[in-house]
Each structure stands twice: as C-alpha cells, then as structure tokens.
C-alpha cells in the first residue's frame, strides 16, 4: 500500500515522501490555509485553537522544572497506527498528519514534519505554532531556544531506543540535560477529555484461522532461548503484533490492526501477560491457562505494571532478550545493560516473519475472496463512472462494502487511497466527504486498498484510465509493471537480502530517466499488520526466506498530474534451477488482473478466482475477467511494424499457460521495445510462448 508510517514496523515515515512529491511555499492568499503575518491573524475554518492546551501544557512544564517538552506522533508501542486516547502530537497541535514531532517551550510551540503534510499543517494549526519544513533540526532549535542548563522532557514510553540515543548524544556537553518523565504531560494537560482507553473483550482465534497453537509457539522461543548464544533467561515482548501473535489472540484498540494494548514477559519458566485482565472471558482465560503458576501458564499482570515488573525481575541472575526496534526507552531504562541481550528484532518477530503450510493456505484463501471483492468493484466502475455518478470518496466506502460481504471479513487493513488524477500523485492521499474528486473517464484512478479477514490480511494498489490515455502515462504504466513483473519472476540465492534484489524493480523506470522515492515492499500478515515488519526490500529488513510474504509495489508519479502504483502481495517460495543450489523467487498471491487499456498483459492466474466467480454465478464479473485476461495472440496480428510508447520492456515475454491467461516474464536476449503487434510465437519446449523482440 501506500505507506502510513510504519509504526507497527517503524519504517516508511522517514524514507518516502521528499521525492515522492515536492511541496511549494503556501501561497497566503489563499483561503484553506493560515496566514500568521496579517494583522489580526488569518486561519482557516479548518484551523484548531490550541490556545488554552499550550497553556495546560506549559502549567505542566513549570511544575516539573522543565524548559523543553518533545511530543513525538507515536505510543508505547511504537505502532503504525495509534489509538485516538494516544494521538498527543495531534490534539496538542491540532495536526493530524501521521508524522510530526512537535517541541512546546515556555515560550514558544513547534511541529516538524515532511513535505507530504506542510499544506495540511498550515490549515489545521493555527498561529502558536511555527512550521518547520527544511533545514532547521529539533536539536538544533532546542539549543538556539533554551538557556544552558535547561532542561528538555520527554515520556520515555514514546521514545525508541535509538530517538532516545540520538537526543542524548546531540545535547552531549551542551549544558542541556535531556529528562525522562515517566508520567505523559500532554495527558495530565488533557485531562478528563482525553479518550478513554478501550475496553473491547480480547479474544483467541479459532483453531480453523492459525496456523500453530500458542503452546507450541511459546516452546519454540523457549527453544530459541536455550540456544542462543548469549543464553537468554527471558524475552520481552514490547510490539503488539507480537503478544498477538504469541497467544492467537486478537481485539481491535487499534486502528486497521487487531491488536490490544500488552507487553509479554516469558521467561524459562514463566510467562506473563500485561494486559487489561477485564477485558478475558472466562473461556479466553481457561483457554490461557491463566488459573495456575506452572511454565505453560499464562499469568496476567496489570499493563501498567510492566516497568515495575520488569526492572524487579532485572535484579536477579538473568538475561532479558529484547527487540531494540520496538522496545521504548521506558522499559530500557530500567534494565542493567550488562543483563540485556539485544538484537534489533525480538526473536517473535523474525519468526511469525516465515509462514507455515496452514498460514500459507490461509494467507492464500483471503486473497481470493478480497480478489471478487476488488473485481466486483473494478466491474462497478467500468459501469458507472461513464455515467459521472462516482467519486473518490464514495467509491473507497463501496469497495469495503464489497469487502464486507466477504466470509470471515473484520474491517479495513488501512484507510483507503482513492485517487484520481493529480491526486493519485500525492502520498498520503485519502479522499473524505468533504473533500474530494469525481472519478473521470479522461484521468488515471488509483485503488490502494486492503482488508482484514480471520485467516489473512490483504493489500493491493490497481491503477486503471477508462478513457484515452496519453502515450507517456501508458509508457510509465507498462515500465512500472514490467519492473513489478522482473522482481516477481526473479531468481536468487537464499538469505539475500530484498535490498539486493530490489532495483530489479525500478530498472524499467530506471532505463529511461524515471523513478518512485518510496520503498518497493512490506510483509504482511495473517490478521496482523498490514505492514509486517521485518520482511520487505530496504536495508534495515532481514534477508529472504521461504514462507514470506512481501507487497511488490513499484510506481511512478508525475506531481500535479497522475499517479501509478502496481502492488501484488506474492509468497517467496524454492525455485527450480538448472544446477543444484538453494535458489528462492516469488509466487504471487494477488489475483486481481491488470488495465488492458494501459497494457495488454497480466499476470493473473486463472484457476483461483475464475472457479470462485462461477461459483457465486457472478457472470458478469467473470466475462469481464475473461476479456481482461485473454491472450494477446487473440487480439493482435503477428507482424512486425512500428514500435510506440506504452509496451513491455526489452527481455520480457508472454507465456500462455493452460487456459490461455498470459503470464509475462523475463527471457534473455531481447533487445527493442516492441508494440503488441510485435509479438511473434515461439515454440518452446514448455508450450508456446510470444515474445518481446
């Protein structure tokens, strides 16, 4: 998808946006945004009065002695997407953007953010507070802003281990001490208006949605444990995909995750849940064992006693095994250093990274149930958008109603990208009700969009025009599957990391001067985060394994006009080589086919959802799955003439599998870019096959 920011995998709130699309100066004669050098000040309806928050906050400050305090945009769990009783940056500022920090001195209130959100800041801030786009760091304005010996606070339960390295070391020998507060000042400043915190049930998973029992998961890590190295006595579990995991359990203090507010502590011995104990049925409780003391009994314990319970158990003669990627500075803290075994992922995480059969197959049977649901939707389009009955807004709330009337169903995976032209070239972009634009048949529409089911999660971006594209939108379209095509179809050793084999993905784009400035791919789990952190193709991800799975999602955007994105989901799974050696490649899992009106190739594989479409006499779904999917060779004349834009890349060719849905992958030796009337047979030893000259 188009990436939130990646809390639940901390990743893409830093590496997208500046390329991505380049922001202007706010033109202040306009009327959607503030004005803060007028006299008296202009804001726009849209602009949130912060006045009296500023003042409770810094009533706070002066209590606890500080000059500074950072607000950063995440929880204590470093999640990608927080709960509303969390969302401190926003009501403090009245910024609602995913990613910002702001810094409230006595005197004055600051936020930080990328260029993706400075227009959306200048229209929901009002004048107390100063935007920072470039060049001007948070260390740097503290220094310029506070007196030495003043004091900067921070709630240590927001700030990752390696924010908290990177302040400190800043403010080194600057006679500024950087202060962990424990306590959130902007909630004691918030107050009784803050949110409540949920307190929805917590409930397991039935045995036909998993694919191991958590007993099983649990002697695993034990086993993992006793192997180490290091000899870990205990894992702590901060991430709340990982005690979601480690229990089959699951409920919804989140939004877009089925997740709840927890830490695990499992120790050799012991193993204890921090979580609201409110919230379990008696049956969810028997099904913890949660009634005795022995090591495969879930003890739970208050969620916000984890700190005090973790530093008692850090003084004895004990190892404490941590995830540094999730775990906050808060518990950090409190643990000797010499008692820590790091590494940057806990062993949780890197092992619900790597499916089993069942989780596989699971992972498999929602993709073809949300695949009807985004063919139901596409079929709806080509039908009504024609007739200027459809807009961004409304189409995103009918493709989850589509969704919905899928088996096992349990909300979206995130907040819909409904985007038509120039809005598709625009990061973040989610249509609303009140803004928002009709859908055309003379401009591209981008569909990124994803469901969260019992048995899996889905993500999946289709990019169609109903009208006439130009030649060089139907060129981008084609290098950006082609790219999308070349990483999918590839080959490579296994343990290689996605960041080696990930400019396979951009060559296409590459060739001619063109290029995307977000990430190429993130995991995905089974009814867990949409972006599952650590699979997918940048440094900082562990390298491939068989049973991932990752999103393949090149794109390009032209800013201010169009937006493209390609984004398959496929599993990573043995390749059959020639000589002997572990090879890996990739099966895609995602069958929805691509805009024959943009190019005419897909890589849909028939024997899934065509039978599904029968299945359910959805005749006019499948006829026009049918159409969108049938050879080339039916449309095109075999001859050689005339290459133009808008065609498969050099060294690609269209393979015609039983049923005739065409498959293209990369050959050797082709050299021009062809038209479709370049397409000639060639009898392979594997069938027919027409390839690119």
Known sequence: MAWAHWGCCLWLVLLCAPAWSRSNAVNLQRTDVRNCSTNPPFLPVTAVNTTARITALRQQ????NLSAYIIPDTDAHMSEYIGRQDARRAWITGFTGTAGTAVVTMGKAALWTDSRYWTQAERQ?????????????????????????????????????????????????????????????????????RPPVPSQPIYAL?????????QEKVADIRNQMRTHSKAPTAVLLSALDETAWLFNLRSSDIPYNPFFYSYTLLTDTSIRLFANSSRFSPETLQYLNSSCTGPMCVQLEDYNQVRDRVQAYAQGDVKIWIGTSYTTYGLYEVIPKEKLVEDTYSPVMVTKAVKNSKEQALLKATHVRDAVAVIRYLVWLEKNVPQGTVDEFSGAEFVEKLRGEENFFSGSSFETISASGLNAALAHYSPSEEVHRKLSTDEMYLLDSGGQYWDGTTDITRTVHWGTPSAFQKEAYTRVLMGNIDLSRLIFPASTSGRVVEAFARKALWDVGLNYGHGTGHGIGNFLCVHEWPVGFQSSNIAMAKGMFTSIEPGYYQDGEFGIRIEDVALVVEAQTKYPGTYLTFEVVSLVPYDRNLIDVSLLSPEHVGPELQRRQLWEEFQWLQQHTEPLSARAPHTSSTPHFGLPTPGHEIEEPTGGFPLVKPVTGGKAVGSPQNLLPQKRANGTALTIL
């Not at 400050?61 to 606890?64: G, I, M, N, T, V």
């Not at 107390?128 to 007196?147: A, C, R, Y």
């Not at 700030?159 to 000042?185: C, E, T």
């Open 125 to 193: 801030m009002d004048c107390n507070w100063d935007l920072h786009k470039e060049g001007n760091t948070i260390v740097s304005w503290l220094l310029n802003e506070i007196p030495a010996g003043g004091r900067v606070g921070f709630d240590p339960f927001l700030f990752s281990i390696d924010s908290w390295k990177s302040y400190d070391s800043a403010l080194q020998g600057s006679d500024r001490q950087l202060m962990s507060i424990p306590v959130n000042l902007v909630d004691l400043a918030w107050g009784s208006e």
């Open 206 to 214: 039935q045995e036909a949605f998993i694919g191991s029992t958590w």
């Open 61 to 64: 400050l002066q209590a606890q």
